[in-house]
T-cell receptor, first 113, second 113 residues
Framework: AQKVTQAQTEISVVEKEDVTLDCVYE???????LFWYKQPPSGELVFLIR??????QNEISGRYSWNFQKSTSSFNFTITASQVVDSAVYFC??????????FGPGTRLSVLP | EAGVAQSPRYKIIEKRQSVAFWCNPI?????LYWYQQILGQGPKLLIQ????????DSQLPKDRFSAERLKGVDSTLKIQPAKLEDSAVYLC???????????FGSGTRLTVV
């Protein structure tokens, strides 16, 4: 069965610092999807990105970037020049056909002014 | 496009009482999910519906939890009788194609005292 590990329980940074959130997954599948979700204090899980297992290109979206490395089963998320509004819990998740999303335990990011 | 609607937003009940949560998914999304998120943990799937049929309820505590999606649109999750350990946020999500990602509602925060 697939498993998602987010080793960092909590991270605190000062505004404008860069921060990387780690995600390591376990799967026997060759085709799968990885996701990052943000959960702000309001509670709603907000979709950030999806990556399929055949696309190892890194992606950048504004201050957000993602590094997918199949060789190390990692899908890390970097926020550049962090802002207070980035404070939230971030979840990494794995999905494969015929199964359900498996979420990691989440990393709580606090960005201090 | 309207998001996933959930109500109530908050609920406090005494143990052994019953409670019901309501979810209205995004229009056209055939698949609906109920997740339980205990404080400090990632969401855990309780039940998945495809239209009005149950696809996966393997992690639903059926002695006290029940869910229905009678007309294949909105859904109700019920707990009867509630226990202290049921205190959590109950998230509803829907999807058109799961590999595209789920859209989550804001959740219902349940406190059992």
């Amino acid at each position: 069965a697939q498993k998602v590990t987010q080793a960092q329980t909590e991270i605190s940074v000062v505004e404008k610092e860069d921060v990387t959130l780690d995600c390591v997954y376990e799967t026997r599948d060759t085709t799968y999807y990885l996701f990052w979700y943000k959960q702000p204090p309001s509670g709603e899980l907000v979709f950030l990105i999806r990556r399929n297992s055949f696309d190892e290109q890194n992606e950048i979206s504004g201050r957000y970037s993602w590094n997918f490395q199949k060789s190390t089963s990692s899908f890390n998320f970097t926020i550049t020049a962090s802002q207070v509004v980035d404070s939230a819990v971030y979840f990494c998740a794995h999905y494969n056909y015929g199964q359900n999303f498996v979420f990691g335990p989440g990393t709580r990011l606090s960005v201090l002014p | 496009e309207a998001g996933v609607a959930q109500s109530p937003r908050y609920k406090i009940i005494e143990k052994r009482q019953s409670v019901a949560f309501w979810c209205n998914p995004i229009s056209g999304h055939a698949t609906l999910y109920w997740y339980q998120q205990i404080l400090g943990q990632g969401p855990k799937l309780l039940i998945q519906f495809q239209n009005n049929g149950v696809v996966d309820d393997s992690q639903l505590p059926k002695d006290r939890f029940s869910a229905e999606r009678l007309k294949g649109v909105d859904s109700t999750l019920k707990i009867q009788p509630a226990k202290l350990e049921d205190s959590a946020v109950y998230l509803c999500a829907s999807s058109l194609e799961p590999e595209e990602g789920y859209t989550f509602g804001s959740g219902t925060r349940l406190t059992v005292v």
